[in-house]
């Protein structure tokens, strides 16, 4: 061990010069007295138990963490020690895990107990427990004693089936897909939808499924989910909560109890698909329906609108057969009365052309009675008419002849022979009176051998004598 240096001459320091008394200690001296009584005080190996914090693994293999005591989310700890896990002892570490069937993963937030020995770290003045070994069962049976009590807690308030009280649609073809983005769940789901051929419409929700941050951004896109159907902004039918398998650590998320109570919350029915077949979450507990994987949660909405369109099918085919069927017996009773009706109208055709028969033969005679009866009204309809127009046509030449003879009688030519004459105006009218005449007004005057033009003079009225005894014949006809 290096000797103590001594004091500076001149006794006391620079504040107090007579305060300091004994040996001054350098750095390294008092770092390896730590670790010496470190070392005595704790010289074996000891199982530590508390919650992994801060987790890193280094290029070469090494894992550094913090262990602390354990707290609810962002609770800062109290108490919290720095553990190193190099890398030949992180083997050892694997193998233990390995046999207890590679159910844990040590991740932020994980429950441990691990073996230990407490060691002075001098490069950084810290004391830190080099980690050699693990516990498994000890984080199992924490996880296991968490998820008796969520599940506890939410049977008792009745939880576990409130989520299965929501009806899943018909045709449930608007999912929201709670996942990881790109992860082998994501690539499931979505290969498995669109094999299918269906027009799904898929709204990718992308959380993390697993670590310290993943059940507040699980229970967001839940929250998100409620919000859009809530307010019809963003409607689906159902929800698809999904995550791949991995080690029962990895699957913590989905046992906490504030994400159970958010699935329980919301209105549309939420099936899950996580991990492999024997994996049993808090949230497959709580969900409408749970699925063995993130195939089999997206094959089982496949089988639903596979089956509605079976439903539609086998519909329609019965609808076919039965119109068939009904076509059949119309077609069959539709023949027997095509039948009766034949046979009706051959009867009747029978009686009715025997009645045309009987009706020509009557109209036949009646029509000849009628034809004879006609011709013989019209035989002495013609004789009559003959005899009439014979006798007309005589009485009209007689007739003929009287009014011939009494036109010729009156014919001007004989008046005009027998010495009369006929005068007229300039206007062709028989001048039959002096009225009217002026002196100066031409006449014309037509006798027997032709006609003289004159002036008027003058005119003298007739006396009453000479009117009385020679009376004004009527112009161009004289006396017979």
């Known amino acids: 061990m290096t000797t103590p240096s001594s004091p500076p001459s001149g006794g006391g320091t620079l504040f107090d010069p007579g305060s300091v008394e004994g040996p001054t200690l350098t750095v390294p001296e008092l770092a390896a007295q730590i670790a010496r009584l470190t070392a005595q005080a704790f010289p074996t190996d000891m199982w530590v138990s508390g919650q992994i914090r801060n987790l890193?693994?280094?290029?070469?293999?090494?894992?550094?963490?913090?262990?602390?005591?354990?707290?609810?989310?962002?609770?800062?700890?109290?108490?919290?020690?720095?553990?190193?896990?190099?890398?030949?002892?992180?083997?050892?570490?694997?193998?233990?895990?390995?046999?207890?069937?590679?159910?844990?993963?040590?991740?932020?937030?994980?429950?441990?107990?691990?073996?230990?020995?407490?060691?002075?770290?001098e490069p950084r003045g810290t004391l830190q427990l080099r980690m050699s070994g693990i516990d498994p069962a000890f984080?199992?049976?924490?996880?296991?004693?968490?998820?008796?009590?969520?599940?506890?807690?939410?049977?008792?308030?009745?939880?576990?089936?409130?989520?299965?009280?929501?009806?899943?649609?018909?045709?449930?073809?608007?999912?929201?897909?709670?996942?990881?983005?790109?992860?082998?769940?994501?690539?499931?789901?979505?290969?498995?939808?669109?094999?299918?051929?269906?027009?799904?419409?898929?709204?990718?929700?992308?959380?993390?499924?697993?670590?310290?941050?993943?059940?507040?951004?699980?229970?967001g896109a839940l929250a998100r989910v409620a919000d859009g159907v809530a307010d019809r902004t963003d409607p689906v039918d159902v929800v698809l909560l999904t995550r791949g398998g991995g080690a029962t650590t990895d699957l913590a998320t989905f046992d906490a109890e504030d994400l159970a109570r958010a699935i329980a919350a919301l209105p549309v029915p939420v099936l899950t698909g996580i991990g492999h077949e024997i994996d049993r979450s808090v949230a497959d507990e709580v969900a409408h329906t749970a699925c063995k994987t993130p195939t089999a949660a997206a094959a089982a909405l496949v089988t639903m609108v596979a089956a509605y369109l079976s439903r539609i099918d086998q519909c329609w085919e019965r609808g076919r057969q039965a119109a068939l069927t009904a076509t059949a017996a119309a077609d069959r009773r539709l023949d027997r009365r095509r039948q009766r009706v034949a046979k009706g109208v051959e009867r009747v055709l029978r009686v009715e052309d025997a009645r045309l028969v009987s009706t020509n033969a009557r109209v036949a005679r009646a029509a000849h009675r009628s034809v004879t009866h006609a011709t013989a009204a019209v035989d002495r309809s013609a004789a009559a008419v003959r005899t009439r127009s014979t006798r007309a046509v005589e009485v009209a030449g007689r007739d003929l002849d009287g009014l011939a003879a009494r036109v010729r009688a009156h014919d001007p030519v004989h008046a005009l022979a027998r010495g009369w004459s006929i005068t007229t105006d300039q206007q062709g009218r028989a001048v039959r009176s002096i009225t009217g005449l002026e002196a100066g007004a031409v006449i014309t005057t037509r006798v027997a051998d032709g006609t003289l033009t004159s002036k008027v003079i003058a005119t003298t009225p007739a006396t009453t004598d000479s009117a009385t005894t020679a009376p004004d014949p009527v112009p161009g006809a004289p006396d017979e």
């Not at 109290?78 to 046999?99: D, G, K």
């Not at 998820?147 to 576990?160: M, P, S």
């Not at 899943?168 to 992860?183: D, E, F, M, N």
Request: hydrophobic fraction near 45%; aromatic fraction near 4%.
């Open 56 to 121: 890193s693994r280094s290029a070469n293999g090494h894992v550094y963490f913090d262990l602390v005591e354990p707290t609810e989310g962002g609770v800062t700890p109290r108490s919290m020690l720095s553990v190193t896990l190099l890398a030949p002892e992180r083997a050892v570490v694997n193998r233990q895990i390995t046999r207890a069937g590679g159910s844990i993963r040590m991740e932020d937030g994980i429950e441990v107990r691990i073996q230990a020995r407490l060691r002075w770290y």
């Open 139 to 219: 984080t199992l049976g924490r996880l296991k004693a968490d998820r008796d009590r969520v599940l506890a807690a939410l049977r008792a308030e009745g939880l576990l089936d409130a989520n299965a009280a929501n009806p899943v649609p018909i045709v449930p073809l608007r999912i929201a897909l709670i996942t990881s983005k790109g992860s082998a769940a994501h690539a499931d789901v979505m290969s498995e939808l669109d094999a299918s051929g269906f027009a799904f419409q898929v709204r990718l929700y992308d959380v993390r499924t697993q670590g310290e941050a993943s059940v507040g951004q699980v229970v």
